[in-house]
């Protein structure tokens, strides 16, 4: 049966949105399952006003069957087999006939006892309790009250829809009692509309200018948009983040073509487009990435007839642009090293000092990685894009558009005449702000940004700043992202943990935690990060986890680890491979290290155990240091069929104490090599089973 829900609110913020759709789902999938309620299908959608829940749902829960006991048997049954009052009490308080009690066997012994039906609960019933559960449960960033209502919410309610089987459920929340009836579009058609089911809910609201489906409202977007530009052949800037939060900010999406004075065009397109898009949410126009005298933008009105929203956001942008024309030419008067000199006075962190401190900083990480990774050509130019990269914090223009802090800082150092190394690694060095953001395109802005995020992160960690659930107030986890996305991207092969401590070098006695404590929280925080992101990309978490085994040396190994676990999992040979592995670990569980001494190998399969190992060791070893992980383990399954003989011809735990110590040895120098390319123990294959050794072997 049929289940529609809408909690209609004030305008929601599309962040609110976003996030309440999930809680939605979930909330109702875990009350429903809890309930034994079939779910067939669940699905939610929202407008700016509305939470929208629908689904198809069983009628109840289905009868079922269960067993009440009463005294124990020997208390209710007389020896002849007869009830005693104390059974016959029993079968009064059940409404029981008496010939239905019997014996019933539980753990605790026999009990006197009967099998009753029990009928299932209605799903309407089960919902008007879980309604106020779910609605009530739900998180925002920020809450409010309003009125005289105890109640904290994203915003405030104005009503409760709520219909299952095309009746309203008895549910209430915030105040309102659930019905059948919603209303129309705010100011296009407010009227009050009544819905039985969703397929007449959604098209009264449709015929009263909402549409509630937010992938419809996006390609009714897209299609204006197209239909818009078509005369002047041209495209819109791409912003996916500003149509993400357009589609849920309106219900009845309205595309507003207009213009600006083609005398803006000076500006930069950065300056243009985030102008247009911060202020009021506009897309710019553009034609072989030229901006265009154009705009588009999204209203929430079914027309605009007298060109009124597009003379009124023509109007504000006007003066918006000659506000950042005039902050482009003044801001262009100081050069950026006079401006750098500003820093120290602006403060980056109570605990690690002002942006100048940040600064110095930033110069010896970003040289001590170019001389790491052979990049000396690149080194004078980094140094130089570390010492301004921070200057346009001082800018009108940034003070106004943050969002366009570091690219603000390269058009200004292009304008001054810099070489194009250093003006390039200024307006990369924030990127990428998201795994789904490009890289910096040179080596120079790569370093640097690198150099600045991992800046952040051990100052923040190193000062006890805590990253959980929600709350990452410094952006650690974000710019952790970024450190690993321009690795992996770029290639850049260098010691993590090594870079690590140039870091903690570099700042000294500033941080409030023990070097040694950083460290380690550093590396934990990453190796989250990296698996994080590997599983994102949509490799077997096991393989990500064995990946990570050995440890984060070199981040870009992670990612090679697991392709090549990844491109040998079906391979005939990986998975009794791995069971081999996993039987050696077991073997060697809880035992110190011991050293191989050739002199005391008695069998032949030892000594060709010991020769193997040497040679695959020493084919190996070279492509596990420069990453080829891939080759390495090709290389090393050949150890396979000479264990497997050892194993079926030798007895590890011999009785003599010395042969013993040495076969342990042998087997740990084994597993220690085998480390070096993935921690085999962590992958999980299919229908494994722990091996022991036959006669302790």
């Not at 109640?151 to 219909?163: D, E, Q």
Request: with cysteine.
């Amino acid at each position: 049966m049929e289940f529609l829900l809408e909690l209609l609110t004030e305008e929601l913020p599309a962040s609110h949105i976003r996030s309440a759709r999930e809680q939605l789902e979930s909330g109702f999938r875990r009350e429903l399952d809890e309930a034994r309620i079939e779910v067939r299908s669940l699905r939610t959608l929202a407008t700016p006003r509305r939470l929208i829940v629908t689904g198809d749902l069983a009628e109840g829960q289905e009868d079922r069957e269960e067993i009440v006991t009463g005294p124990p048997l020997a208390i209710a049954k007389a020896p002849d087999g007869s009830l005693t009052p104390a059974g016959k009490g029993f079968a009064r308080s059940q409404g029981v006939d008496e010939s239905l009690l019997g014996p019933v066997r539980t753990p605790k012994g026999e009990y006197l006892g009967f099998t009753r039906r029990a009928k299932g609960t209605p799903t309407a019933e089960i919902l008007a309790a879980a309604v106020p559960r779910v609605l009530g449960s739900l998180a925002f960033p920020k809450l409010m009250r309003w009125a005289e209502s105890p109640l904290r919410f994203s915003r405030p309610i104005h009503g409760l829809l709520c219909v299952f089987g095309g009746a309203p459920v008895a549910a209430s929340f915030a105040g309102f009692q659930a019905g059948d009836e919603t209303v129309g579009h705010r100011i296009a058609a407010p009227g009050r509309i009544k819905a039985a089911d969703f397929a007449s809910y959604r098209q009264a609201l449709a015929q009263s200018s909402v549409i509630i489906d937010p992938e419809e409202r996006r390609r009714m977007i897209l299609d204006q948009i197209e239909a818009a530009l078509a005369p002047v052949k041209a495209r819109v800037y791409p912003d996916p983040g500003l149509l993400d939060d357009l589609t849920l900010n309106v219900e009845c999406p309205l595309v507003i073509f207009g213009a600006f004075p083609e005398s803006f065009l000076s500006l930069p397109l950065e300056v243009l487009s985030t102008a247009m898009r911060e202020g009021q949410k506009l897309f710019s126009v553009v034609r072989d990435k030229k901006q265009l005298p154009y705009f588009l933008g999204v209203a929430d009105a079914p027309a605009d007839a007298k060109g009124l929203i597009r003379r009124g956001n023509e109007r504000v942008l006007r003066a918006r642009l000659e506000d950042a024309r005039f902050f482009w030419d003044q801001d262009r008067k100081v050069p950026l090293a006079d401006r750098a000199e500003g820093l120290e006075s602006v403060l980056f962190q109570e605990k690690l000092g002002t942006y100048e401190d940040k600064t110095q900083r930033l110069k010896k990480i970003v040289g001590y990685l170019c001389d790491r990774l052979g990049a000396a050509g690149e080194r004078e130019a980094a140094v130089e894009a570390a010492s301004l990269c921070k200057a346009d914090l001082l800018t009108e223009m940034v003070k106004e558009f943050s969002g366009l802090q570091g690219r603000m800082g390269g058009l200004y150092a292009k304008a001054e005449g810099l070489p194009p190394a250093v003006h390039q690694a200024i307006y990369e060095h924030y990127q990428p702000v998201g795994l789904d953001d490009a890289s910096p395109s040179t080596t120079a802005g790569a370093l640097l940004s690198i150099a600045d995020k991992m800046d952040s992160i051990v100052g923040g960690i190193g000062v006890g700043l805590q990253v959980s659930g929600s709350s990452d107030p410094f952006g650690l986890r974000r710019n952790a992202h970024g450190v690993c996305k321009v690795v992996l991207d770029r290639k850049l092969r260098f010691s993590f943990p090594l870079f690590l401590d140039r870091i903690l070098a570099v700042y000294g006695d500033r941080l409030t935690l023990a070097r040694p404590e950083v460290k380690a929280a550093c590396l934990d925080f990453f190796a989250g990060r990296l698996r994080f992101i590997l599983e994102k990309k949509g490799w077997r978490y096991d393989l990500v986890n064995a990946a990570l085994g050995p440890g984060i040396d070199q981040i870009l190994d992670v990612q090679a680890r697991v392709e090549a676990l990844d491109a040998l999992k079906s391979s005939p040979q990986f998975e009794p491979f791995i069971l081999m592995v996993k039987r050696i670990n077991n073997i060697l569980k809880g035992l110190p290290a011991a050293k191989v001494n050739a002199d005391l190998f008695v069998e032949k399969e030892e000594r060709e155990l010991a020769s193997t190992l040497s040679i695959v060791g020493s084919n190996a070893q070279p492509m596990i240091a420069r990453g080829d992980f891939a080759r390495a383990q090709g290389i090393i399954f050949k150890l396979q069929p000479v264990l497997n003989t050892f194993f079926e011809k030798v007895l590890v735990m011999a009785e003599d104490k010395k042969i013993r110590q040495n076969r342990l040895g042998l087997l740990q120098s084994i597993s220690k090599m085998l480390l070096g390319i993935a921690d085999y123990s962590q992958v999980v294959v299919e229908g494994e089973r722990t091996a022991k050794p036959k006669g302790g072997r």
